[in-house]
């Protein structure tokens, strides 16, 4: 079946320390998204990327960074100038930059200790 | 202004009302509208798209105001299972040409026996 997955689905860290979350998709999407979600509040898009080796800047991009080596593959490095990493990251997909909708993976609940 | 808002509510209704939800959206320009659902520490999943002549699927119906600016969402026959928090997404072009959603906060329903 296709899809987006993310791993883990829980994650702990203590401050100050890097961390890198995982995203793979095998819907042959071109465009990928990384999203942050806090309690009560909507979804905040930290990266996108269009195509392999490229990748824009969203909302929130400060203390992240991202890289898309490969088609299928986004990860996110949520790094320790991040200064509130806690939060539940989501991962999206679609077609294109385009009209369409996303599709999301699972999410990754981030914890720093 | 926020660009896309909606009333955080909740919504408490029993089993068979039926609920609406309005979304307002402050850029004229956005092209395409998405009704998502989101369940407690899940992933959103799509719901329906939103089109100019409104569309229905089974007891959802979506309508697209654009001169007003607004979107909304009605459920009719509600059942236990439609409690969850329902996203509005509204996506517009970029100046880069790529095309960014933004995301409402949700509004929430719970639907009681």
């Known amino acids: 079946d296709g899809g987006i997955t993310q791993s883990p689905k829980y994650l702990f860290r203590k401050e100050g320390q890097n961390v890198t979350l995982s995203c793979e998709q095998n819907?042959?999407?071109?465009?990928m998204y990384w999203y942050r979600q806090d309690p009560g509040q909507g979804l905040r898009l930290i990266y996108y990327?269009?195509?392999?080796?490229?990748?824009q800047k969203g909302d929130i991009a400060e203390g992240y960074s991202v890289s898309r080596e490969k088609k299928e593959s986004f990860p996110l490095t949520v790094t320790s100038a991040q200064k509130n990493p806690t939060a539940f990251y989501l991962c999206a997909s679609s077609p294109w930059v385009s009209l369409k909708e996303q599709f999301f993976g699972p999410g990754t609940r981030l914890t720093v200790l | 202004r926020k660009e896309v808002e909606q009333d955080p509510g909740p919504f408490n209704v029993p089993e068979g009302a039926t609920v609406a939800f309005n979304c307002t959206y402050s850029?004229?320009?956005?092209?395409?509208f998405f009704w998502y659902r989101q369940d407690c520490r899940k992933e959103p999943k799509l719901l329906m798209s939103?089109?100019?002549s409104g569309n229905e699927d089974g007891r959802f119906t979506a309508q697209l105001n654009r001169a007003s600016q607004y979107i909304s969402l009605l459920i009719r026959d509600s059942k236990l299972s439609d409690s969850a928090t329902y996203l509005c997404?509204?996506?517009?072009?970029?100046?880069?040409?790529?095309?960014?959603?933004?995301f409402g906060r949700g509004t929430s329903l719970i639907v009681h026996p």
């Open positions: 939103v089109y100019s």
């Open positions: 850029n004229s320009a956005s092209q395409s």
């Open positions: 997404v509204v996506k517009k072009i970029n100046p880069g040409g790529s095309y960014i959603p933004t």
């Open positions: 819907l042959n999407h071109d465009a």
């Open positions: 990327s269009q195509i392999v080796n490229d990748f």
